[in-house]
């Protein structure tokens, strides 16, 4: 009898529901990911995983920001993106309210792979927190005067930009109008145009370049200098 009663106990005991397989199978699969990331390679559009804290997060690249083997721009989207009920969940979440981050590639664990999304905020039903390790990806262009003694001030902030290729090509179109020009516009001054990270503190100061040609912005910061 006793026999009897242990046999039907692991018959019992070995029977797997489909359910049950099914979130054993996933969760087999979330552990390989981990153990086995795909590599990411810059420059082909992948969303990536990145670690927000103890949990993994899909991060979209933008486009044409995804270059950097030090730095990208992502957006932190749902795990389910693309299906509407992803979408709403994510807009509750707080995924939707970020814009655009810098990323540190260091912080990137892989290509993502939907095994990930047992990890994330929205498996948790938990909101992104205030911090996510990633400040806004805005950038700008900063023309300053300088004189040999490193003095000088800022004459013109061009901003915000979404992507480090329109900041550049800007600063290197103001760049190319300042040679030869410089020198008596504002004399005893070395003036130049680089990109630079977007201040958001300092945002009422930035001059909108996509309002107004940038060369014509320029002319008036120079004619108006006080340096």
Not at 24 to 43: H, I, S, Y
Not at 83 to 108: F, K, M, P, S, V
């Amino acid at each position: 009898m006793i026999r009897r009663m242990f046999s039907r106990c692991a018959t019992t005991l070995s029977a797997v529901s489909p359910e049950d397989q099914a979130v054993v199978d996933e969760f087999r699969a979330m552990l390989a990911a981990v153990r086995n990331p795909k590599p990411w390679t810059p420059g082909r559009a992948q969303d990536v995983a990145v670690r927000v804290g103890p949990f993994i997060e899909r991060g979209r690249p933008r486009p044409g920001d995804d270059h950097g083997t030090d730095q990208i721009a992502v957006a932190l989207v749902h795990p389910d993106t693309h299906h509407a009920a992803g979408h709403l969940h994510g807009h509750q979440l707080g995924y939707t309210d970020r814009g655009w981050l810098r990323c540190q590639t260091t912080g990137i664990l892989g290509t993502w792979q939907p095994a990930y999304a047992l990890l994330s905020h929205a498996a948790a039903n938990l909101p992104l927190p205030d911090d996510v390790g990633m400040t806004p990806a805005h950038y700008g262009v900063h023309v300053e005067a300088r004189r040999s003694d490193g003095t000088g001030n800022t004459l013109l902030r061009l901003g915000p930009y979404t992507q480090t290729w329109l900041a550049s090509r800007d600063a290197d179109r103001l760049t190319t109008e300042l040679q030869g020009r410089a020198a008596t516009v504002v004399p005893g001054f070395t003036i130049t145009a680089t990109s630079a990270p977007f201040d958001f503190d300092d945002r009422d100061n930035y001059s909108n370049p996509y309002r107004t040609d940038v060369t014509e912005l320029l002319a008036a910061a120079l004619v108006g200098a006080n340096v």
